[in-house]
C-alpha cells in the first residue's frame, strides 16, 4: 500500500507548507524543528550571558538592577539547560537514531511530535515572562524557601514551576519513545552491541530521563501547592524542611548533568573514529562506562550540598561516590584518545570541536573532582570557581560536543556541506573565546566572588580579571554570529554532500542527504558495528524503493494536545480556573482525537 | 505493506514496551510522593495526626474494592481476548464500577476529614497526605474514564479479540495503581 507524501515543495502555497510542518510526524522533519527552536533558545540565553557579562565587566557597573540581573541569571541557566542543551540533543536523537539503528521512524511519531510541540510552547511560556516583567529569579535551581510566596510575591516563580512542569512531560514523553524506539526498532542483525555509541549513549540519557524527571516533578508540584494552595511542604514555620527541596532537586539535578553530557560523549564517539579512520577503541568499555556513569549519577546528589553540614558519614560517602564516578569518565577519554593515537586523523571542523571537547571537559573534569573533596568544596561552593567549573563542561563539554555533531551531521540533514574555512573561524573563536571567559572565573572565584551577586566592589581587585572574562564572551558571541553566517552561506552555496561525505561508518551514511522520507528504500541487515567499513557488513540499499513504502500521514491532534497544556499552565499564570478547565477540555479532545484516528505506523 | 513494518527486536508490543517504562517513570514518581510523606511523618506542629483521624477499617473496605477491580480487570482481559463481548462488557464495567466506588470512598474520606478540621494547609499531614492519596486518586480516574472509553468500544463492536492488546495495555496501567496503592494503604494507613 502507497501512500501519498506530503513535501513541502516550493510550488505548495505558505499555508499548506506551515500546516505540513505543524502536522509532521516525520521523525527528520521534527528534528529540524527541534534543531532551529533550541538554537533560538540557545541564542537568547546566550544574549543573557552577555547582558550579565557586560554587567560585571568592571566593579560597581550599573547596565542592569540588582532584580533584573536575578532575572537574568536564572533564565540564562534555565534556559541553557531545559531548552537549549537538551532539546538540542534531542534534535540529534531525533534525527540520527532511526538513520543509526536502520527504522523508518520512531516507535510513536505523533508521540514525538507530541514532545516538540509541548516543548516549543513551554519554552516561549517560560519566556513570556519577560514580556510581562515578571522572569523567574531565584535561580535555576529555585532554592526553597526564595520561592515562596512569602519572599517571593508576583508571577516570577509561577512561570518557573509551570513551565518546567510543562517541559518535564516532553521530556518523559520523548524518553519512552526513545527507549522503545532503541530497544525495538533496530534493523536485523543491529544488535545491541552493534549500535553506534551515539545510540547507545542516548538510550542510556532516555533512561536517566525517564526516571529522573518525576523526582523534579514531585519536588515542582509540592512547590506548586504551596504557592497556589497553601501547603507546608517547605514551610519553615510549619515544620516542614527547606532541605526537602534541596534533596528532590539534587536527586534530579545531579543525573541531569549527566542528561546534558551523555548524547554529546556520544557525538564524538561517532566522529572521533570516523576522522581518525579508525574503529572506536575499546567500544565496549566506552558503552558500559556510560551504563556506570548513569547508575553512579543516582548517587552523588548531595555533592551540590556540602554547605548545608549532612555531617561527616554522609559528606564521605557523597564525596566517594564523586571520585568513583570520574573513573568511567576518564576511561572514556582515554578511550577517545587512543582511539586517534595511530589514527589517519583529519582535523575537520567536526574533529575540532571532539577535540575541543577532549580538552574542554578534561579541565572541568579535574576541577569537579576538587569539588567532591567537601572541605575543598566548602571554600568553592557559591563562588565563581563553580561558575567556571560547570562552563567548562557544559559549554566546553556539551555544547561543543554538539557543534561537532553539527558539522558531522548537517550534511545529512540537509544535503549540503557547511563551510570548513567558515567553520573553523567559528571554532577558533569559541574555543579562544570560551577560555578567555571561563579560566579566569577559576580565579575570580579563588579569590573570593561569590555567584549570583549584581555587581562587585573595586576593592577586590578582581576588575582585570572579569573584563577579559567580559571580552571572552564576546569573542564567543562572535563565533556563534559566524556560524549563524555559514549556516546560511551553505544554503545556498555549500557543496552537495552526497551519500557519505565523510567516509562514516555507520547506517546513516549509506542512504542519501538529505534521506528519503522513508530512510531505508529497503531495511537492510547488519552483520557489522561498523556496517560501511567492513566487507559485506550490511545488505545493500536501493536507491530507489523496489516497492511502494508506507509513510505515516500527519497528525494535527499532538500540537492541539500540546496547546491544551500550556493554555492550562496559562490559566494557572491568571488564576482562572475556568481558562485552566477550558485547556484540559482541549486536551482530552486533542488526545481522543489522537486515539481514535486511523494512523498506521 | 511490509510485514517489516510491525517487526520488533524484542518481539514485544511497541505501545506494552513503552507502557513499561511508563510504569518505571511513575515508580519514581509515587515514591518521591511516598519518601516526603515519610520524611515528613510525626512533623506537623499541629493536629489533628494520623492516629486521631484515620479510619482503618473503611480504608480496608475501599481497599478490598480496589483489589477485586484487579480480578475484574484480569476477567475483563480474558473476555475480550476470547471474543467474548458479553462478559468483556459486564467485566470492564465492573471494573469501573469498583474503580469508581474507591473513588466515591475517598470522596467520602476527603470530606469527612476537611469537616474534622484537616485540610491541605493545616499541617505537614495534610499537605503530604492530600497530595500523595490525592495524585493516586487521579491516577485512578483516569484509569475509570480509560475504562469507560474501552466499554463504549466494545459498545460499537470495536473491540475484538485483536484490539485485546489495548485492554491488556490498561490492565497493566490499572494494576499498577492497584499495587501503589497497596504500598500507600501500608505506609499511611496500617503503619501510622
Known amino acids: 500500500m502507497a501512500t501519498s507524501v506530503m513535501e513541502h515543495t516550493p510550488s505548495a502555497g505558505l499555508g499548506a507548507r506551515v500546516w505540513s510542518w505543524i502536522t509532521t510526524t516525520d521523525h527528520k522533519r521534527i528534528g529540524v524543528l527541534y534543531g532551529v527552536t533550541a538554537f533560538a533558545f540557545f541564542l537568547i540565553g546566550g544574549l543573557e550571558a552577555l547582558l550579565i557579562r557586560l554587567q560585571l565587566s568592571h566593579s560597581g557597573n550599573t547596565v542592569v538592577s540588582a532584580q533584573t540581573y536575578n532575572e537574568l541569571f536564572t533564565m540564562h541557566g534555565t534556559t541553557m539547560v531545559f531548552l537549549a542543551v537538551m532539546p538540542l540533543s534531542a534534535a540529534f536523537f531525533n534525527f540520527v537514531i532511526p538513520l543509526q539503528i536502520g527504522a523508518r521512524d520512531v516507535a510513536f511519531p505523533r508521540l514525538n511530535a507530541f514532545s516538540y510541540w509541548v516543548f516549543l510552547l513551554g519554552g516561549l511560556f517560560l519566556n513570556a515572562s519577560f514580556l510581562v516583567g515578571a522572569a523567574p529569579n531565584a535561580g535555576w535551581f529555585g532554592y526553597a524557601n526564595l520561592t515562596s510566596s512569602q519572599y517571593s510575591p508576583g508571577h516570577h516563580i509561577d512561570f518557573w514551576v509551570l513551565g518546567l512542569q ?184 567536526a574533529m575540532l570541536f571532539a577535540v575541543g571537547f577532549i580538552a574542554m571537559f578534561i579541565i572541568g573534569g579535574l576541577s569537579g573532582v576538587m569539588h567532591s573533596s567537601p572541605p575543598a568544596d566548602l571554600q568553592q561552593t557559591d563562588t565563581y570557581f563553580v561558575v567556571a567549573h560547570f562552563h567548562y563542561v557544559l559549554f566546553g563539554g556539551a555544547m561543543m560536543g554538539i557543534f561537532a555533531g553539527i558539522y558531522y551531521w548537517w550534511p545529512k540533514v540537509t544535503g549540503r556541506l557547511l563551510s570548513e574555512g567558515i567553520g573553523k573561524t567559528h571554532f577558533w573563536l569559541t574555543i579562544i573565546g570560551s577560555n578567555l571567559a571561563f579560566f579566569p572565573m577559576h580565579f575570580i572565584g579563588l579569590l573570593g566572588m561569590p555567584r549570583r551577586i549584581y555587581t562587585y566592589d573595586a576593592a577586590l581587585g578582581l576588575d582585570t580579571l572579569n573584563l577579559v572574562s567580559t571580552v571572552g564572551a564576546f569573542v564567543m558571541g562572535t563565533g556563534m554570529l559566524v556560524f549563524v553566517f555559514n549556516v546560511l552561506w551553505s544554503r545556498t552555496r555549500g557543496q552537495p554532500a552526497g551519500n557519505d561525505p565523510w567516509g562514516g561508518a555507520t547506517l546513516e551514511w549509506s542512504i542519501s542527504s538529505p534521506p528519503p522520507a522513508y530512510n531505508f528504500s529497503v531495511i537492510p541487515e547488519v552483520r557489522s558495528r561498523m556496517p560501511l567499513w567492513s566487507e559485506n557488513g550490511m545488505t545493500p540499499v536501493p536507491a530507489v524503493p523496489p516497492e511502494p513504502v508506507h509513510v505515516p500521514p500527519g497528525s494535527f491532534w499532538p500540537a492541539l494536545a500540546a496547546t491544551g497544556i500550556i493554555v492550562a499552565a496559562v490559566g494557572a499564570i491568571l488564576k482562572s480556573l475556568l481558562v485552566v478547565l477550558g485547556g484540559g477540555a482541549v486536551l482530552i479532545v486533542a488526545i481522543y482525537a489522537w486515539a481514535l484516528e486511523p494512523f498506521e505506523v | 505493506m511490509t510485514a517489516v513494518a510491525h517487526h520488533t527486536s524484542t518481539g514485544l508490543d511497541n505501545r506494552k514496551l513503552a507502557f513499561w517504562m511508563f510504569i518505571g517513570s511513575e515508580c519514581l514518581l509515587f515514591g518521591s510522593l511516598i519518601s516526603t510523606y515519610l520524611v515528613y511523618q510525626g512533623r506537623s506542629v499541629v493536629g489533628p495526626t494520623p492516629e486521631e483521624i484515620l479510619d482503618i477499617p473503611l480504608t480496608s473496605i475501599s481497599t478490598f474494592v480496589l483489589l477485586m477491580s484487579s480480578l475484574a480487570m484480569v476477567l475483563a482481559l480474558a473476555a475480550v481476548t476470547r471474543g467474548d463481548r458479553r462478559w468483556s462488557r459486564v467485566w470492564l464495567l465492573a471494573t469501573a464500577a469498583l474503580g469508581m466506588t474507591f473513588l466515591g470512598f475517598q470522596a467520602y474520606e476527603f470530606t469527612t476529614f476537611v469537616h474534622e478540621g484537616l485540610t491541605l494547609k493545616t499541617n505537614l499531614f495534610g499537605s503530604t497526605f492530600f497530595v500523595l492519596t490525592g495524585t493516586h486518586g487521579a491516577h485512578v480516574a483516569v484509569g475509570v474514564l480509560w475504562l469507560l472509553t474501552l466499554f463504549v468500544r466494545s459498545l460499537q463492536g470495536k473491540l475484538g479479540p485483536d484490539k485485546a492488546i489495548n485492554v491488556e495495555i490498561t490492565g497493566l496501567y490499572w494494576h499498577f495503581v492497584d499495587v501503589v496503592w497497596i504500598v500507600i494503604f501500608t505506609v499511611v494507613y496500617l503503619l501510622s
Open chain 1, 166 to 349: 510543562v517541559l518535564g512531560i516532553a521530556s518523559i514523553a520523548a524518553g519512552i519513545n526513545f527507549i522503545v524506539t532503541i530497544v525495538n526498532m533496530r534493523a536485523p542483525g543491529m544488535r545491541l552491541m552493534r549500535m553506534p555509541v551515539f545510540t547507545w549513549m542516548s538510550l542510556v540519557t532516555q533512561f536517566i530521563i525517564v526516571t529522573a524527571f518525576p523526582v523534579i516533578t514531585v519536588a515542582l508540584v509540592f512547590l506548586m501547592f504551596d504557592r497556589y494552595f497553601g501547603t507546608n511542604f517547605y514551610q519553615v514555620a510549619a515544620g516542614g524542611d527547606v532541605l526537602l527541596w534541596q534533596h528532590l532537586f539534587w536527586l534530579f539535578g545531579h543525573p541531569e548533568v549527566y542528561i546534558l553530557i551523555l548524547p554529546a560523549m556520544g557525538i564524538i564517539s561517532d566522529v572521533i573514529p570516523t576522522f581518525s579512520r579508525k574503529p572506536l577503541f575499546g567500544y565496549a568499555v566506552v558503552v558500559y562506562s556510560g551504563l556506570l556513569i548513569a547508575v553512579l549519577g543516582w548517587g552523588v546528589w548531595a555533592h551540590h550540598m556540602f554547605q548545608v553540614g549532612l555531617g561527616p558519614i554522609a559528606e564521605s560517602v557523597f564525596a566517594a561516590t564523586t571520585m568513583m564516578i570520574a573513573i568511567p569518565t576518564g576511561v572514556k577519554i582515554f578511550n577517545w584518545i587512543a582511539t586517534m593515537w595511530g589514527g589517519r586523523i583529519r582535523f575537520t571542523t
